[in-house]
């Protein structure tokens, strides 16, 4: 079984700045593909990032040039960067783990961490 925990939400104002950590427990870390998902009130939890095994990502639109999902396997940690935020990027984050290799869907998830945006 996998374990995922969030560090890092919290208050932000709009144009600010926050970096999301994830730490994941077990030995497949390296191979796994990996996400971020949010999920604001009253909205579907949607895909904000996702990294595969080997590094490559991909972004929800809403996010492509102010967010940055990276992963550092020495620490089986995945991180979100998240610079330029807007109100609307005010949400629950959660950490996902998918297959091996490549992002196909989250198979487990985190418990979430509050992000929000405002003045």
């Known amino acids: 079984q996998v374990q995922l925990v969030e560090t890092g939400g919290g208050l932000v104002q709009p144009g600010g700045s926050l970096r999301l950590s994830c730490v994941a427990s077990?030995?497949?870390?390296?191979?796994?593909?990996m996400g971020w998902y949010r999920q604001a009130p009253g909205k579907q939890r949607e895909m904000v990032a996702t990294?595969?095994?080997?590094?490559?990502?991909n972004y929800a639109d809403s996010v492509k040039g102010r967010f940055t999902i990276s992963r550092d396997n020495t620490k089986n940690t995945v991180y979100l960067q998240m610079n330029s935020l807007k109100p609307e990027d005010t949400a629950v984050y959660y950490c996902?783990?998918?297959?091996?290799?490549?992002?196909?869907?989250?198979?487990?998830w985190g418990q979430g961490t509050q992000v929000t945006v405002s003045s």
């Open positions: 990294i595969d095994y080997r590094g490559s990502t």
């Open positions: 077990g030995s497949s870390f390296s191979v796994a593909a």
């Open positions: 996902t783990q998918g297959n091996a290799f490549w992002y196909t869907g989250p198979t487990y």
